[in-house]
Nanobody, 119 residues
Framework: QVQLVESGGGLVQAGGSLRLSCAAS????????MGWARQAPGKQREFVAR???????NYADAVKGRFTISRDNAKDTVYLQIDSLKPEDTAVYYC?????????????WGQGTQVTVSS
């Protein structure tokens, strides 16, 4: 079983920065994607960013240039540096780990960390 534990959320003023962390533990296949999604009140969960174990990244258009995803493979940890925060970034941010082993897909989610941006 895999567990994902997020940290680093909080209340910040618009224009500020936060760094989210997500540590994975358990039986983790070495070739995997880790990433972040977010869910604002009354909205569906949406993709934010993704990073492969080799370091390739993808970002949602809404966060490009402001968010930076990185990972430490030795620690099975993924980070999300969030700069120039906007009120519309307010959401619960969820960590995700995905991998496929043979024909079986594994998709895990953390419990989420709240990010609130005040104007």
């Amino acid at each position: 079983q895999v567990q994902l534990v997020e940290s680093g959320g909080g209340l910040v003023q618009a224009g500020g920065s936060l760094r989210l962390s997500c540590a994975a533990s358990g039986s983790i296949f070495s070739i995997n994607n880790m990433g972040w999604a977010r869910q604002a009140p009354g909205k569906q969960r949406e993709f934010v960013a993704r990073i492969t174990n080799s370091g390739s990244t993808n970002y949602a258009d809404a966060v490009k240039g402001r968010f930076t995803i990185s990972r430490d493979n030795a620690k099975d940890t993924v980070y999300l540096q969030i700069d120039s925060l906007k009120p519309e970034d307010t959401a619960v941010y969820y960590c995700n780990l995905y991998y496929r082993k043979y024909t079986v897909e594994y998709n895990y989610w953390g419990q989420g960390t709240q990010v609130t941006v005040s104007s």
